[in-house]
């Protein structure tokens, strides 16, 4: 069985336009039809000269994932790829041989036809199987377990016991793509941490992150809260401006639609904000909605919540850095 990872950019914001177009997609450097090139020594020249900047390390890893995804990648193979926003991983079958399409997504040039199949939830999933998808390349296979755990998740089996197998190396990874493996696979680990709190921790994580933003926070009581779960303000009584409405919604995988947006911005004060956080993230309705809304509206989804956990840590109180311990590490340069 060959099941193949490739990513998305944007931190797999772009998956749902993988999705909706029917295919996976590389490379954003203009060297052309791949099909040109005999070997990856050819390719590796052309990619020199369009990034001079780059270094050998990520020059060569590139070229090494371009060759094969047009020469090792085949028609019948399965693969994923990740919808970060909402936690899950979109299951494919290969459709095509290699294309060369520039621009028909974002800055994408090299593309494989898919016939997409289902989702699989990131929570569903081993440690094992979480860990060998993290790895630093945009395409890789997946180790045989992993694969198989993926897709009996897919049909709704329970996942084989995984064992004790550590995920494939590559030589292909240089220092700046390990460093940046690493930071993507601390902010999944910290996802993680933060979908397995309950909504009500949810609920003061979010409160504690505006709190080192220099608000002060009013959480609403369990009950009915008109859609105000939090509100935030300089003076922490909604008196001083800005005052900001906060909704949030704790549901893995469900992405929340315009129907919300709508009730969240409906009858507020024309002074008011808006704040929406939402762990399963949002639809593109609902991002529409959110931009004709009467007021200012900001969606956060949980890699919003995250970066501005992360940014703002150091103000963190003990409270919000008791529900999500985190510790700085250094990288030599």
């Known amino acids: 069985m060959t099941l193949w990872m490739v990513r998305s950019a944007s931190g797999g914001r772009l998956a749902d336009e993988f999705v909706e177009n029917g295919l996976v997609a590389l490379g954003a450097a203009p060297v052309g039809d791949l099909s040109q090139f005999s070997d990856k020594q050819g390719l590796l020249d052309a990619l020199k000269a369009e990034r001079p900047d780059f270094k050998q390390g990520r020059l060569q890893a590139a070229a090494s994932q371009w060759i094969r995804f047009r020469d090792e990648v085949q028609r019948g193979d399965r693969v994923v790829t990740y919808d970060s926003s909402r936690r899950v991983y979109h299951v494919g079958t290969i459709a095509s041989e290699y294309r060369h399409q520039p621009g028909k997504i974002a800055d994408f040039q090299h593309y494989r036809a898919v016939d997409w199949e289902g989702v699989v939830e ?12 993290g790895s630093t390349l945009t395409l890789f296979r997946l180790p ?3 694969a198989e755990e993926i897709l009996r998740a897919l049909s709704g089996q329970p996942a084989p016991q995984p064992d004790s197998q ?15 493996g690493y930071r993507a696979r601390a902010l999944e680990i910290t996802k993680d941490r933060i979908n397995r709190l309950d909504w009500r921790e949810l609920e003061q994580l979010v409160a504690g992150v505006l709190r080192s933003m220099g608000y002060k ?3 609403s009581r369990e009950g009915s809260d008109l859609g105000i779960d939090i509100l935030a303000s300089p003076d922490g009584f909604g008196f001083e401006s800005p005052r900001i409405i906060v909704e949030v919604k704790h549901r893995s995988g ?6 919300e947006i709508r009730n969240l911005v409906g009858g507020r004060h024309a002074s008011d904000k808006g704040l929406f956080v939402s762990t399963g993230g949002f639809t593109k309705d609902a991002r529409y909605e959110s931009e004709r809304a009467n007021i200012p509206l900001m969606l956060w989804d949980l890699d919003d919540l995250v970066q501005a956990l992360v940014e703002n ?14 510790t700085r590490l250094f990288w030599p340069v």
């Open 122 to 133: 990131r929570d569903a999933l081993s440690s094992r199987a979480r860990n060998s998808l």
């Open 144 to 146: 045989d377990d992993v």
């Open 166 to 180: 550590e995920p494939e190396e590559s030589e292909d990874e240089d220092e700046d793509a390990l460093l940046e």
């Open 217 to 219: 926070t009013r959480v």
């Open 254 to 259: 469900t992405a929340i639609g315009s129907k």
């Open 313 to 326: 840590y150091d103000n963190a109180d003990q409270e919000t850095r008791a529900l999500i311990p985190l």
